[in-house]
């Protein structure tokens, strides 16, 4: 079966390591065939061109704080039939967009998301969710694994996060793209209320994963301490005018408010912000919902055809292996991991000590897939907190879990 060219965009400001990591983690993505995208500050532009793959990704400088801006700025460049969104400081699996543009073969299908683990690899941080008519996001339960197409009931919508989601072309030229009045924050909420009104249908894929970082920006610290909140009013009195009746705007700002205030006062309580940093955040979550509510909100014009030509990524299909290891061993087997690498395949290293450590999983800048843990500790951490087992059994439960999302054989 022919799969449809993709064009994969990143938007990257002020994090040029994490925006190489990135790249590197889509220089393994096994589709053919895709584009790549990188709408970024002078640092992204500079640390993209200095990738051995330079030459075969679009470079488009952007330096303004307005994610909406800098994604409609990718549409524009994007010459994939179906455009495709992750965040600078995430990485995909190899298998990511195999799965993630799958659904696309039912033509009613317009957008797509798939999962989302956090920083330590293992954990969600995010599944499936819906939009109820606030803007208000729900959890939806679905299949663990099974792609599943969604037609929100009237005034819902489907969510898809930014980073990990991917819509047809025409459909975001049709809608005109994001609404850069969302500078950050319910930009894609945005877009996604936009393609239920429009009656489009949405898949969630749970096998179509990115590995989730959460990176430093000017607006929130790495351990996801806000550093300001303006933005975040701002685009809540955005939403409001656009979605809800002006008599329910007062009670629902006054709910948010209080969510916010409270979720400030638990990081002044583990000691992240100091008492004076509440108020201080509150003060500028109030300034930008004032803006917010005076914000120009105008539609964006795309050109029907991108203003470049579809640029192929040299992708190739690649051996994927796994390599068990132990800590006696694990600097020699790594080693032989990162030469592997070097020579075009996709490797795990899977590091287990006779221990009930939690593991943990993570893509090195050496372009290493590496998990570690103790032969009995959890993975799955909704599983018993100890199981005895051998070492051959749960080698072979770890590979199973991660075998479709990395491309591994599956005997």
């Known amino acids: 079966m022919t799969q449809p060219p993709a064009s994969v965009v990143i938007v990257s400001r002020g994090r040029a390591e994490a925006l190489k990591r990135c790249l590197l983690g889509v220089s393994q993505l096994q589709y053919d065939p895709f584009e790549v995208v990188v709408v970024a500050d002078p640092g992204g ?16 400088p952007f330096d303004e704080a307005n994610i909406s801006a800098a994604r409609n700025l990718g549409v524009t460049h994007a010459a994939g039939e179906i455009i495709a969104f992750i965040d600078d400081d995430a990485v995909p699996e190899p298998q990511w967009l195999f799965h993630l543009l799958a659904p696309f073969d039912h033509p009613e299908v317009a ?37 599943v197409v969604l037609h929100p009931p009237k005034g819902q919508a489907i969510k898809t996060e930014g980073t990990n989601m991917a819509f047809r072309r025409d459909v975001l030229v049709d809608l005109g793209g994001f609404d850069p009045a969302f500078r950050y924050f319910l930009d894609e909420t945005d877009l996604n209320m936009r393609l239920a009104q429009a009656g489009h249908a949405t ?51 006054a709910r948010l408010r209080s969510d916010e205030r409270k979720r400030l006062l638990r990081h002044m309580v583990r000691g992240s912000l100091e008492p004076k940093d509440v108020g201080r955040l509150m003060q500028r979550l109030n300034d930008g919902y004032a803006e917010g ?29 796994v390599i068990p290891s132990r800590p006696i061993r694990f600097a020699k087997d790594y080693q032989s991991a990162v030469n592997r690498v070097k020579k075009g395949d996709i490797v795990t ?13 993570l893509f090195t800048k050496d372009g ?41 054989r599956e005997d």
Do not use: C
């Open 45 to 60: 532009i500079a640390a993209a061109r200095d990738m051995p793959f330079a030459g075969s990704v679009k470079h488009v």
């Open 349 to 361: 290293v899977m590091s287990l000590s006779p221990s009930a450590m939690f593991h943990k999983v």
């Open 203 to 253: 898949a969630i894929v749970p096998l179509a994963e990115v590995h989730h970082g959460f990176a430093e920006n000017s607006l929130r610290r790495s351990d996801r301490v806000p550093r300001d909140l303006f933005d975040i009013g701002a685009s809540w009195a955005v939403f409001q005018r656009k979605y809800l009746p002006a008599v329910q705007h007062a009670d629902q700002w």
């Open 111 to 147: 957008a797509t998301g798939g999962f989302v683990r956090g920083r330590n690899g293992i954990s969600f941080q995010w599944k499936a969710r819906g939009i109820d008519p606030r803007g208000e996001t729900f959890d939806l339960d679905l299949s663990a694994d099974q792609a």
């Open 293 to 321: 509510s005076i914000r120009a909100i105008a539609s964006t014009s795309f050109p029907r055809h991108p203003v470049s030509g579809f640029q192929g990524f040299p992708a190739r299909r690649r051996p994927t292996i």
């Open 368 to 408: 290493v897939w590496l998990q570690k843990g103790g032969l009995f500790g959890k993975s799955d951490r909704d599983a018993p907190l100890f199981r005895l087992t051998s070492r051959s059994r749960r080698l072979e439960k770890e590979r199973s879990r991660v075998a479709r999302q990395r491309g591994l």
